[in-house]
């Protein structure tokens, strides 16, 4: 046995899975995980696609009976809603955890046990949306969702609670996901894969991610604001006691529209890695394309207007977004045009993943022109929810998703799976897609313009739609026949494809260095890159530190699942770190907010709180130190200590990120009720008191110092931890005297609600500071001098300081929004109706009745 | 030692001055409009203008911190230019549109 | 060529035949502005599609063609001609021209403006003229030709949007708000409407009548509207009139100048001069009505109008009574 087999052995010990059941749900290899995501995420689009079909028979001629509106409703609003949530993002999710730590060359995700958390969410998540179709609840307010179509009023059945709750589970994993990527791509690149050697495909990744931290935690808002209004009757979106409906549609397409982008950006970047393959050259102008995503993901959050032109804002502000919806077209235009000039350099292979490039180029840009389109304000008052609109963006999104998502799946299927697909079949499945696709949707342009609303479930006779729809509904069963062969095309490739070689197409990065399907462990040694194409370039020679470096990991040496951390911009060596094993308690904590949600559900209180405390536990559980866990094996003593902080460190940053969007989302609530409400706090509800709130920050600012001190002065750790989890608790008592003492009942108008999920927000927040430092007080305890605890330590302090903040910031608001209001209706601008940026004013009523 | 972990804020600025200014821009300019109609437009012209600048001194300041390979700013002079261009555009919408339509 | 294309495609899009709906017909200047910026933008649009697709086909034919090794060409000079020289000739022309056409088509109301109330509600649309109480009508909305009109409009329960495609774009109905509409129609002639906004189960059956006529007909039209109902002209209607206060209908329908008085349904005091019935689902005949005041769930199923159980003698009155509310 020579010394590499043997390490090989060593490294599969370590890495491996244990086997049968239990190995399955403890499983958190980023290679199990991601083919989970991508096999769930393609069983939701197979669902997806026979709504689809559904609901275009139900349109195939005027005056159809094959639905009713119900049902046609129903299905309209899950078939959007599987295809964005259980799809799309998903599927991307998948393939990024699968393949960036093959292009990036390390071993695994920074988080492994997060990542398979982030999985039974999206699973459990899913299976709940999807229950409803059991209990004849079906969601059935659009994957939008408007309020107050969705609030209590106007549906009163479970469905939007299945939408609400589901969805959120399923974000929840989004949100994990991308913050895993981002530590991982920004901190575990091979040595010398400085940021600008990155893979397109992982710099789009990395941009999607940033974009999912902060767009995500919007909709997430949005959500718990609905369901706060509809179970517990705190009217944000009733404009009948102080709340508005418009507050919906600004949170939903504050994400809603980096949404899309999130889907496109890893889609484009799957295309990079497509053309560059295919045509054997590497991308043309690389910074250029680098730099158009990192522009698109920015653009993205100026846009969400465009999708409220038609709720009467002002002509100006209108343009504004349009403009800003215009400028996307050129970093598109860069991108679409560096892959043009890369065929042009290179001989394309017109192999199917080429084909399903093709397609893509062909309809993305037909698409994108239809969007300018849309963008132009006064134009999108005609096509704004019709079928014009259902086109252009079925455009966007199968052209400039799907296909993407189906070249990518071909072009790494041998990769994944050690088999490889047929040629001929998939390119006979790309025939019908690209037909059938152009088929069913090019005539649904002609429908919008002549008139044709979306979200219809029949239409007359005499109005002159059914040709259109009779060819719109042909071409859709060809395009699902299409899916249909694409799918049963990788089916049987897995069952008994022939064996796939490690490089089957000839590829340029470092993921095609593996095995085919990889070995657990990746990498037996970890790679050194010199460019941006470490395949079609000859290797770099590593410097002395590095080489030692790679070949302390490339012995486990008993060390645990060892891997390699490096700088974040030039990727130089810093740091090793072993991550967690296999363990079921991520499945236990998604279970155990599965319950929760079930008893929010159907309004048993009991079984929520069950629940909530059983997350509680789970987490716990999970975040105790892993066995035999140790940061530097013996062999690294000679080696440089770390330059940088801890990747939990990073991981928290991140996740703070999202959550502080959270609070600012909340925060945003609170002051657009505050400018379109009457009265803030309305007439009879005084300012709010002043000593407990004041004394219950004051507490957990120093709380905050006393961790702080605790971080810094090792021997009065324990005794300083203590301290911060008193004056923690203190602060939480006197938020809760304060809170049940309130003069107004949070149910009467939009300021109580306001006020107090806002109060609310920040006793959350504590209340985790006090269980993190339980966390850290256990680490202290029972193993004071261990880096692990260190780490935690470091982690605690962040944790705090976000406490301090966000105590700080929700005192201020609270204090200071209802004295500047003077009380009675003040704070509210003059308001010449339509000039109020579609935040409300006006008189509604004025008809008799 | 690369010049980019040297001066990593010429970078930044390179980087995210020219995209924070028109997120910046368009927020201040959206809130403007309603004032804009009641009173003057003067606010929403000073605003392109503070912002505008704002984009192309941080795109100069952020390519004088790059020393060295000359062509490794042109992709981050483009996006710059890309938000100021956005910058001027909607900077034209001010001037073009009444406020008050 | 593409003129030729141009052609096909008005002779699809345009060629629409009386009463259907089309954005590319318009009755008037509103709706013509907008049609005029869908042209400039296909026509624009089509060019750069073009550009694209020539580029990607010669990429094909040279891929196909060559074995050596590629040139030295960097291919950085197309990415900036076509990525940012070609988005940003095209972008800045076309984003004025949309300044001036939105700055145009503006909803401000004037003072001039004929004024019409919509009042959105689940599934129909509340219309009233010149704040009137009286002028009150229901999935019906009549202009004047050649006088600039605004719509006031606003929703009691949830979000709709009015939208007459040839006539301009649409606006949303939103509850504790008023959005405005201002169009001006030409051209005589009934249009169809649609709520363009998901609002609920028979989202898909609200739909409306906009007719444009000259202006002495519309205050003609106006001033009838505001009328109160005639006495029934028969026994047989007036017997209906009987039924229709005893089984229910005046709890939500109002026949101004008799008892009836509700509120939560369409004002049936002209009923009978309107074109259609359950917001412009089935023509307004005898038949239709019979089978809408039996079941009107059958027509429109989730509607909040409840079946009304009459047997055919009173049935044959109330017919006779509402068909005599001109």
Not at chain 1, 113 to 125: K, S
Not at chain 1, 671 to 688: E, Q
Not at chain 3, 121 to 147: I, K, L, M, T
Request: with cysteine; net charge negative.
């Amino acid at each position: 046995m020579t010394v590499l087999e043997t390490r090989g052995d060593e490294l599969r010990e370590t890495w491996a899975s244990p086997p049968g059941l239990v190995g399955f749900v403890s499983a958190v290899n980023h290679k199990s995980i991601g083919l989970r995501f991508i096999v769930t995420a393609f069983a939701f689009l197979l669902i997806g696609g026979l709504e689809a079909m559904l609901i275009r028979t139900q349109l195939i001629r005027p005056e159809n009976g094959f639905l009713d509106a119900e049902a046609y409703n129903q299905l309209f609003t899950m078939h959007g809603t599987t295809m964005m949530f259980l799809f799309a993002v998903p599927m991307i999710e998948g393939l990024a955890m699968y393949l960036v730590p093959l292009m990036i060359g390390t071993r695994d995700l920074p988080f492994p046990r997060l990542n398979a958390f982030g999985y039974w969410c999206f699973l459990l998540g899913g299976v709940l949306l999807n229950w409803s179709f059991l209990t004849g609840s079906v969601p059935d307010g659009g994957w939008f969702a408007y309020t107050p179509l969705t609030g209590p009023e106007y549906s009163p059945t479970a469905g939007i609670d299945y939408w609400l709750l589901g969805v959120t589970f399923v974000e929840i994993a989004g949100v994990v996901g991308a913050l895993e990527l981002a530590v991982l791509i920004l901190r575990q690149r091979a040595p010398g894969m400085s940021l600008l050697r990155m893979p397109l495909f992982v710099w789009s990744i990395l941009v999607s991610s940033g974009m999912m931290l902060v767009a995500f935690p919007a909709v997430i808002t949005a959500s718990i604001l609905l369901e706060l209004e509809r179970k517990l009757g705190l009217p944000f979106y009733d404009p009948g006691a102080g709340g508005n409906p418009l507050l919906w549609q600004h949170l939903f397409w504050i994400f809603g529209h980096p949404e899309v982008y999130i889907m496109l950006l890893p889609a484009t970047g799957i295309v990079s890695a497509v053309v560059a393959v295919h045509t054997r050259r590497p991308i043309v102008a690389y910074e250029l394309v680098a730099a158009a995503l990192v522009a698109i993901g920015i653009i993205s959050f100026g846009l969400w207007v465009h999708h409220m032109f038609a709720v009467g804002i002002p002509v100006l502000a209108q343009t504004l977004f349009a403009v800003a919806s215009a400028t996307i077209a050129i970093p598109s235009g860069i991108q679409v045009f560096a892959w043009l000039a890369t065929m042009l350099q290179g001989r394309p292979r017109w192999s199917t993943p080429m084909l399903y490039v093709v397609g893509f180029v062909v309809t993305f840009v037909a698409g994108g022109i239809t969007g300018v389109m849309v963008a132009a304000a006064p134009f999108d008052w005609q096509v704004h929810d019709s079928f014009f609109v259902v086109a252009h963006f079925h455009y966007v999104l199968i052209g400039g998703v799907l296909f993407p998502i189906f070249a990518g799946l071909h072009h790494w299927f041998p990769k994944m799976v050690g088999r490889v697909p047929n040629e001929g079949a998939g390119r006979l499945s790309f025939l019908l897609v690209f037909v059938g696709f152009h088929i069913a949707f090019f005539p649904q342009h002609i429908l919008g313009l002549r008139g044709m609303p979306r979200r219809v479930y029949t239409y007359g006779e005499t109005v002159g739609w059914d040709g259109y729809n009779a060819v719109s509904t042909i071409g859709s069963y060809l395009l699902g026949l299409g899916v249909l062969v694409y799918a049963y095309n990788l089916w049987r490739a897995w069952r008994r494809g022939p064996v796939a070689p490690d490089d089957p197409w000839g590829g340029d990065g470092l993921e095609w260095s593996t095995a085919s399907p990889p070995e657990v462990y990746n990498f037996r040694e970890l790679p050194v890159v010199g460019g941006r194409a470490p395949r079609w370039e000859p290797a770099p020679v590593p410097d002395n530190r590095t080489a030692s470096t790679i070949a302390a990991l490339a012995a486990p040496d008993g060390g645990g699942r060892q891997q390699l951390r490096t700088t974040m911009v030039a990727a130089e060596p810093d740091d090793a770190f072993a991550v967690a094993g296999p363990t079921p308690w991520p499945l236990g904590t998604a279970v155990a907010i599965g319950i929760t949600l079930v008893g929010v559900l159907i309004d048993h209180a009991f079984l929520a709180a069950v629940g909530a405390i059983l997350v509680v536990a789970a987490a716990l559980r999970w975040t105790s130190p892993p066995g035999g866990w140790r940061a530097r094996p013996e062999t690294w003593a000679d080696l440089e200590p770390p330059r940088s902080r801890p990747g939990g460190w990073h991981g928290l940053l991140l996740g703070l990120v999202a959550v502080a969007c959270i609070g600012g989302s909340f925060l945003y609530a609170y002051f657009y009720l505050f400018v379109t409400a009457d009265g803030w706090p309305p007439s009879g509800v005084g300012s709010p008191g002043l000593l407990l709130a004041s004394a219950a920050v004051a507490a957990a600012v120093a709380g905050s110092v006393a961790v702080g001190v605790a971080g810094r002065r090792t021997e009065a750790r324990t005794p300083a931890l203590l301290l911060a989890g008193v004056l923690g608790m203190a602060a939480l008592a006197a938020d809760a005297l304060d809170v049940a003492d309130l003069r107004f009942s949070p149910s009467d108008h939009a300021y109580g609600a306001a006020f107090v999920t806002l109060r609310g927000f920040a006793m959350v927040v504590t209340a985790v500071g006090v269980l993190v430092l339980g966390v850290a007080l256990r680490a202290c305890l029972r193993r004071p001098g261990d880096p692990w605890t260190s780490a935690v330590m470091q982690i605690t302090r962040l944790f705090w300081l976000f406490v301090a903040a966000t105590t700080v910031v929700v005192w201020s608001v609270l204090q200071v929004t209802p004295r500047v209001s003077g009380g009675d209706g003040g704070g509210r601008p003059a308001t010449g109706s339509h000039h109020s940026l579609g935040i409300g004013g006006g008189t509604a009523g004025e008809l008799p009745r | 030692m690369s010049s980019v972990e040297r001066r990593p804020w010429r970078r930044i600025a390179l980087v995210g001055g020219p995209s924070s200014a028109w997120a910046a821009h368009l927020l201040v300019s959206y809130l403007l409009v309603p004032p804009a109609c009641e009173t003057t437009s003067v606010p929403l012209h000073v605003t392109t203008a503070v912002f505008a600048v704002a984009a192309l001194t941080s795109i100069v300041v952020g390519v004088r911190g790059v020393d060295g390979d000359r062509s490794r700013p042109f992709a981050a002079i483009v996006l710059g230019a890309i938000f100021v261009l956005a910058i001027l555009l909607q900077g034209a919408a001010n001037a073009m549109v009444d406020p008050c339509a | 060529m593409r003129r030729l294309a141009l052609a096909a495609a008005t002779v699809v899009l345009a060629g629409a035949c009386a009463g259907e709906p089309s954005a590319l017909d318009p009755a008037g200047g509103t709706a013509a502005r907008l049609a005029d910026l869908w042209w400039l933008m296909l026509v624009v649009g089509s060019v750069v599609w073009v550009v694209v697709i020539a580029v990607l086909l010669r990429a094909a034919v040279r891929g196909r063609d060559q074995d050596g090794e590629p040139g030295a060409w960097s291919g950085q000079p197309l990415v900036v001609a076509g990525g940012i020289v070609l988005p940003v000739v095209v972008l800045v022309p076309l984003l004025i021209v949309v300044f001036r056409v939105a700055e145009g088509l503006s909803h401000e109301p004037q003072q001039d403006d004929v004024r019409i109330q919509v009042v959105g509600e689940q599934f129909w649309w509340r219309v009233a003229y010149n704040d009137d109480a009286a002028a009150v009508s229901a999935n019906e909305v009549h202009v004047p030709v050649g006088r600039p009109v605004t719509l006031e409009l606003t929703s009691v329960d949830v979000i709709h949007s009015f939208w007459v495609p040839n006539v301009a774009g649409k606006t949303d109905l939103i509850p504790g708000e008023t959005t405005y509409l201002r169009f001006e129609v030409d051209r005589p002639g009934v249009y169809r409407g649609f709520c363009a906004e998901f609002c609920g189960i028979q989202h898909a059956g609200m739909r409306l009548v906009l007719v444009a006529q000259p202006a002495e007909e519309f205050d003609d039209h106006v001033r009838r509207v505001a009328e109160d109902a005639g006495q029934p002209d028969s026994l047989l209607a007036a017997e209906g009139q009987r039924v229709f206060n005893r089984v229910g209908c005046a709890d939500c329908h109002a026949v101004r100048g008799t008892e009836a008085a509700g509120v939560a349904g369409p004002d049936l005091t002209h009923l009978a001069s309107r074109r259609t019935i359950g917001a412009g689902v089935v023509a307004n005949t005898r038949g239709n009505l019979a089978g809408w005041v039996v079941n009107p769930q059958g027509i429109k199923p989730g509607n909040h109008m409840p079946p009304q159980p009459v047997d055919p003698e009173d049935l044959e009155a109330l017919l006779a009574y509402l068909e005599g509310l001109e």
